[in-house]
């Protein structure tokens, strides 16, 4: 702007006052001429005023344009330096508020778990995708920083809402992070939940296979003679009665329940 109003100044002002200058000359010169001609006392203006000094004054106020102009050439480029700089921070700036903001909300502040194993594992692998990115945008607060602490960007009026950007990237960083460690948490509880709860089904179709080989039938003593028998062939054979593996999972459950429950409550 100052750059402008300076072009302004010597396209349309100054150059009305160089031709003020050298018609007054002109007009002196002539008077002092008139004067020689006629045997009168030559005119001449006070010293201040004389072409003499007005002539060496406008030289001196060239010489202070010149000064003057180069410097405004010099913060011309450096603002504009700054302004790139400053487009380059909003523009990542703007990069890393996106995804902080998405994926707190859509990931690390998510209720879904899993329904099943394999659901869950898919939720863990995103959610270790999403720690590979995050630790990316734990380097930009640093990136950030260096943008707008470059040489005279303390004199460009943008800093100080650039630093208040940079303040909210640096906390959202750390809630996210905050988040993600709970919701891992809790993915990792789900996991659990759904192995012991294979344990229980495979200990079930244990149970269903013995209620139907044990069923009540007509003849005992061709049942009972049946058992033994399978008992001296078969090695595996299981007595019928309920595994000790069968008290000792449910337990594992009963623990895990509330070592869920007290985690949500907290």
């Keep these: ?42 005119y001449e203006p006070a010293a ?61 502040d998510s209720t879904d778990y899993g329904i099943s194993a394999t659901a869950t594992q898919g939720l863990l692998e995103n959610y270790e ?19 707008i602490e470059v040489e005279g960007m303390d004199l460009h009026a943008d800093r100080g809402a650039a630093l208040e950007r940079l303040t909210v990237i640096e906390e959202k960083i750390a809630a996210a992070k905050e988040a993600a460690e709970a919701y891992e948490a809790k993915l990792q509880i789900s996991s659990l939940e759904h192995e012991k709860a294979a344990e229980l089904l495979k200990i079930q ?15 005992w003593e061709d049942t009972l003679a049946a058992a033994e028998e399978q008992a001296t062939t078969n090695p595996d054979y299981v007595p019928p009665r309920v595994p000790a593996a069968l008290k000792s999972t449910t337990r594992e459950l009963e623990l895990l329940i509330k070592q869920q429950e007290e985690k949500y409550n907290a």
């Design 48 to 108: 201040e005023h004389s072409s003499t000094n007005i002539s060496e004054a406008w030289s001196g106020l060239e010489m202070q344009e010149e000064t003057y102009e180069g410097e405004l050439i010099r913060n011309l480029i450096l603002f504009r330096n700054l302004d790139a700089s400053l487009k380059r921070f909003h523009v990542k700036a703007e990069k890393a508020l996106g995804w902080l903001e998405r994926t707190h909300s859509s990931v690390f």
């Design 129 to 147: 995708l999403c720690m590979q990115q995050m630790e990316l945008y734990e380097e930009y607060p640093e990136q950030l920083r260096e943008l």
């Design 1 to 42: 702007e100052k750059h402008n109003a300076f072009l302004a100044y010597k396209r349309e002002e100054k150059p009305v006052k160089k031709t003020q200058m050298v018609t007054l000359g002109g007009l002196l010169s002539t008077l002092q001429a008139s004067c020689r001609n006629n045997h009168r006392p030559i």
């Design 205 to 219: 179709a244990w149970i269903d296979d013995r209620s139907i080989e044990y069923s009540p039938v007509a003849n």
